[in-house]
């Protein structure tokens, strides 16, 4: 069982990427998956960016990314996509993927999460 975050990049501000969680091992469309960040300099927190769950496909996002990112499936690829768009120097952090059997009770909760993927840099800077 393996995930792995993909996507990051150098990108300007006011510019997009598309970041990519995919899998080996096991089906993501049985999974809650979400996407946290770590910010430089605060290697022991994680934060909640945007989840997207089992049920309904019910999507979830962090305020200050809300209206920026989206986060959907792609069935066919294995993959769940978060498209992160009008970025700003602040979302520049390392980005994970994380898997839950169950949809969390507390959406940020990562100990609600069983699989965690190694992490992708984004970096936005003039």
């Known amino acids: 069982v393996q995930l792995q975050a993909s996507g990051g990049g150098l990108v300007q501000p006011g510019g997009s990427l598309r970041l990519s969680c995919t899998a080996s091992g096991f089906t993501l469309a049985n999974y809650a998956i979400g996407w946290f960040r770590r910010f430089p300099g605060k290697e022991r927190e994680r934060e909640g960016v945007s989840s997207i769950y089992r049920t309904h496909g019910y999507t979830f996002y962090a305020e200050v990314v809300e209206g920026r990112f989206t986060i959907y499936r792609d069935n066919a690829k294995n993959a769940v996509i978060l498209q992160m768009n009008s970025l700003k120097p602040e979302d520049t952090a390392v980005y994970y993927c994380?898997?839950?059997?169950?949809?969390?009770?507390?959406?940020?909760?990562?100990?609600?999460?069983?699989?965690w993927g190694q992490g992708t840099l984004v970096t936005v800077s003039s």
């Open positions: 994380a898997a839950a059997q169950h949809d969390p009770r507390l959406v940020w909760a990562t100990d609600e999460y069983d699989h």
